[in-house]
Each structure stands twice: as structure tokens, then as C-alpha cells.
């Protein structure tokens, strides 16, 4: 089903993230793509992510296409001005990727190519837009477009930045510039969504909560004390006492969905290189 | 005003090789504030280059090398900056160029970088806080510039990324997006302002060139 179609119903809504090769291999991904076809609703293809120079998000939505999965492409606002911008928002239609997820992108400093210009010449909000506008049949310079894109937009959203307020401020802003559905950052406890969720609930755009396979109990040290996302001391004990890590870390996610599940949209899954489990991890959600 | 840093002096050497006759120029404006082209530090740029084997055959500190009539007047005619092989440079890009396009005949030094506009919070700390966008929208952000001030340049909000106030990017900046958020949350009407979607019309503008 069209992921435009997907988001009208009230269907639990699953999509995966799935990032692109360092190079022109793509077999791998695409055969770990298959196994996840007819089990989720979205496979989301990262851009470039955390600023590392990767295969294009573009190419591997076109090939996910040609092997039955619904694409979502991602798109930052971090490498393109405004008229790349434009123009691989045309190609992509062009190629039948409608799905376009939109962000502001890693900046180049947290990447692997440290001195790359960071070019944030629209902004998320004004690349929203900007897509809305296309589909009106005119760009940004107020020229007239020879046929005209149609596209389900999507965009991000912290639950957990401080101050909620400010963040929600932009998520309605986000909304009003024409996204329908938003994908979270990783959460690890449904207590601190509370009000998030309390929050969004009567907003007219879908919201996925973030779900991520955490593989090992450094990676959750990592991420808790680096990118300072709260990760219950629990689940670490848990991850670094298993005699599977991996194994405990598919329990986690499937028991985190389990209890997001009755009060969210839906969830979208991060794997980080392990997307061959997260059949498992839906086979155990309750 | 323009903040400026000097060159290391083995690249303005570097960029003498074979001139044996030079003239130091220094800036009585920002690069004087800036501690990087007043008297003193032509003075002692001077001596340093006198050092290695140089004839300096005078210095002058220009009231402003970014005005090209003060170059016309002071330093077009200069006797002593006649006599030199190379005109040495203690002023910011702007004033290297307004020099190359009074005497485009001379061999010009850069020794500064020309960093940024700032604001001065103390000698030698430096704030960065407008670059110079051309369209100034801070009304409608509490007065910070997210512009400048956010690594990303966001002009509608923030990414989400800040931890702690701080901004993803860089651990040791506020997040101006929280900065903005707090001031404004003080003046209701303002946050209205915060909520209109601020489109891209005129944001981008890479050089603002007037010549009349
Ligand atoms: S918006 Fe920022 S960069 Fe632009 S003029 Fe105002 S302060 Fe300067
Ligand atoms: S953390 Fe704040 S200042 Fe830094 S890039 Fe994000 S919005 Fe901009």
C-alpha cells in the first residue's frame, strides 16, 4: 500500500530505517530490505546520516521500489541549496518516490568530512514548503513547473528536547508547512512520553515513535552518556549481563512497541546494520 | 567590527621571499580594536620583519584602509611606501582590497585573516552575532540571530538536537534556539511573531556588491 494511503488508516503504522552503503554494493541491503517486505509499511532510506558521504538515498528508494517495498526517502537540508533541492525533489517523483522525509540534517563537523560547507540554505520548515509549493506547479522562483510532483511529506521531531513547548511550536509549524506524518529520535521509556503523546494526540499528522535495536551495553553507554538520550540503567544491566546482547536488545525493542503500541501511530525502528532482525523484533511484539 | 588574526610570520616571510624593501600599513579601526593592526603591532610586525633581513622603508597606520579615498590621500602618494618592493598589510580583507584597487600596480601582503563581524564582550573575546544576511529578521526572533547563532542557520526553530541548552553541533554554545524561546516567552505578542512561518524569499544572499 502507498505509505499516503498507509497514514489514512488506523492501522499501528511500522517503518524501518535502512542506510546505504559506503560504496556501490547495495546487495546486502536490498536482500535485508526483502526480508522485511509485507511486515512493515515504510522503509526509510537515511541521507548521507550523521554527515557520513554515503550512496544516495534516491537510488536505493528507486531500487526498494523495483523489489516491492515503499520507499521513504530522507532528505537533508545540510548538503543541497535550493535549487538541488528542487530539482532532486523532481527526480525522485520522476523516479515514483512520493515519500519524502524531511530534516535539517547532521551538521558536516559530526561527520567524515569535517570541512565540507554546510549549506542549510532552506531550512526543514521552508523545504516543506517548498515541496508543497512544486505540487502547485510552480517553484520557488515563482516559475511555472512542466507537470507538477505530488508528494506524503514527513519531518522530525525530538519528544524529549527541553523545552517541550518549543518543540511542539514547531512541529505545529512543521504541519502547518505541510507534513504529515513525523518520526521520532529513540525512546527507551514510555513513562517520559507521556506527555508528549498527551499532547500530539489530537494533532492531523501521524507521529512514529522512534524504536532503536540496541546491540550491546556499550553502544546504550554510548548513546546515553554521548548523545545524552535517557536509556534506563535497567535495560543496560540487562544488554551487558545477556549471554546474546543482540538477542536482549531484540526483547527491549519488542517489548518497548509492545507498550507504546496501544498509545501511538506507530513506531519506526532503527537497527544500525542489524535490519536482518527486526522480523524477530516483530514477531515478539504483543 | 571586523575581527581579524595575524598571520603566522613565517607565511608573511613566506609571501617575501625575494622583496628586500617593505612597508608596513596598519588600521586605526577594527584591526586596532582588534589588537592586530595598531601602532603597536606594526611596530613590532616592523622590527620582526627588520629581523629577518628586511629594509623597512616606513610604516603608517591608515585611519580606515576600507575607505579608498583615505588610501588615495594617504598612501597612494606615500614617499617612503614608494620606495618599498611590497606593501605589507595589518588590515582586514576589505582594506587589502580597497588598497589592490587604489594602487593596482603595487605587490600586496596580506597579513591578517579576516574572521568574522563581532561584538566585543572584553578584549580578545569576541562574539559572532550577525553575518550579515542582508535581510535582518531578529524582530521576529527576541533579537538573537538564529541566523548566525545557530550552527544550522535555522530560521523557523530549532532541530531538536540541543542537550542541556547546548547546541548539538558545538557543546560549549548555547543553543539560540533556547536563548530565543526564553526571551521571547516574556512578551506573548512576540511569540506570535516566533509561529509565523518564515519563508525563504530573500534569506540567502551571498554578496551584496553596490556600486553607486
Ligand atoms: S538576521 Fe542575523 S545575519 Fe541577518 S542582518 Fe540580522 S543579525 Fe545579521
Ligand atoms: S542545537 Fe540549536 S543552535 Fe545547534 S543546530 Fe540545533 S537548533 Fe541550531
Known sequence: MKFAETLKTKKFIITAELFPPKGINVQSLLDKAKLLRGKIDGFNVTDNQRAVMRLGSLAICRLLLDQGCEPIMQMTCRDRNRIALQSDLLSANTLGVENILI????????????????????????????????????????????????????????????????????????????????????????????TFVARTRDLPAKILIGVFLLKSAQVAIFMKEKLGINISPHYIDRLSRAASPVDEGINIAAELISQLKPHVDGVHIMALGLEEHISEILDKVK | MIITKQKDIQKILGQLKGKDRVFVVGCAACA???????????????????????????????????????????????????????????????????????????????????????????????????????????????????????????????????????????????????????????NPTNIKKYRKIKSNASISKPQRIKTR
Open chain 1, 103 to 194: 530534516l535539517s540534517g547532521d551538521h558536516p563537523s559530526q561527520g567524515d568530512h569535517k570541512e565540507a560547507k554546510p549549506v542549510y540554505d532552506l531550512d526543514p520548515v521552508q523545504l516543506l514548503k517548498t515541496a508543497r509549493a512544486l505540487e502547485t506547479g510552480v517553484d520557488l522562483a515563482g516559475k511555472k513547473l512542466d507537470g507538477s510532483p505530488q508528494f506524503c511529506l514527513g519531518a522530525v521531531v525530538n519528544p524529549m528536547a527541553d523545552p517541550l513547548d518549543l518543540q511542539l511550536a514547531m512541529v505545529e509549524k512543521k504541519i502547518e508547512a505541510g507534513a504529515q506524518f513525523f518520526q521520532t529520535q529513540p525512546i527507551f521509556d514510555f513513562k517520559l512520553l507521556e
Open chain 2, 32 to 186: 586596532t580594536k582588534c589588537a592586530t593592526g595598531g601602532e603597536e603591532q606594526v611596530r613590532i610586525l616592523a622590527e620582526e620583519l627588520a629581523k629577518n633581513q628586511k629594509k623597512v622603508t616606513g610604516t603608517i597606520v591608515l585611519d580606515t584602509p576600507c575607505d579608498m579615498r583615505i588610501v588615495k590621500k594617504e598612501l597612494l602618494h606615500n614617499e617612503k611606501a614608494g620606495l618599498a618592493e611590497s606593501l605589507v598589510l595589518l588590515s582586514c580583507g576589505a582594506g587589502v582590497q580597497s588598497i589592490a584597487q587604489v594602487c593596482p600596480e603595487r605587490d600586496l601582503v596580506p597579513a591578517l585573516d579576516t574572521l568574522f563581524l563581532g561584538s566585543i564582550e572584553r578584549l580578545g573575546n569576541f562574539n559572532q552575532y550577525c553575518s550579515l544576511c542582508g535581510d535582518c529578521i531578529i524582530d521576529e526572533t527576541a533579537g538573537l540571530c538564529p541566523v548566525t547563532r545557530c550552527a544550522k542557520a535555522l530560521v523557523n526553530g530549532p532541530c531538536g538536537g540541543a542537550v542541556n541548552g547546548k547546541c548539538e553541533v558545538n557543546s560549549g554554545q548555547d543553543c539560540v534556539w533556547i536563548l530565543i524561546y526564553e526571551k521571547l516567552q516574556k
